[in-house]
């Protein structure tokens, strides 16, 4: 088991920059593959990354790549999500995610969810 933290967030003008955090206090917390969902007003929470539990293995979406950078630092226990050229589709409540399982990019993947951190972008 594992309980999620999540920091940063806010409001940012466009092409602005942006990092998310995502902690956890269980040692348990560098085995697991972490992955960051949004949802945006009227829509379905969808996929945007995830990294493996030694940060080797990446995974983006498409409408994210080039712009965001995962990584993570086991020693603080904490993934981080690096938003560069922010844009006004990027406007969502962010949510990190935990899971031991195979398949990143699905939802029901994933066990143990952060209390979902919202970004605001501005034109």
């Known amino acids: 088991q594992v309980t999620l933290i999540q920091s940063g967030g806010g409001l940012v003008q466009a092409g602005g920059s942006l990092r998310l955090s995502c902690a956890a206090s269980e040692r348990t917390f560098s085995s697991y593959v972490i992955g960051w969902f949004r949802q945006a007003p009227g829509k379905e929470r969808e996929f945007v990354a995830a990294i493996n539990w030694n940060g080797e293995r990446k995974k983006y979406a498409d409408s994210v790549k080039g712009r965001y950078t995962i990584s993570r630092d086991n020693t603080k226990n904490t993934v981080y999500l690096e938003k560069n050229s922010l844009k006004r589709e990027d406007t969502a409540v962010y949510c990190c995610?935990?899971?031991?399982?195979?398949?990143?990019?699905?939802?029901?993947?994933?066990?143990?969810w952060g209390q979902g951190t919202p970004v605001t972008v501005s034109s």
């Open positions: 995610g935990a899971t031991d399982g195979s398949t990143w990019s699905e939802r029901p993947s994933y066990g143990y």
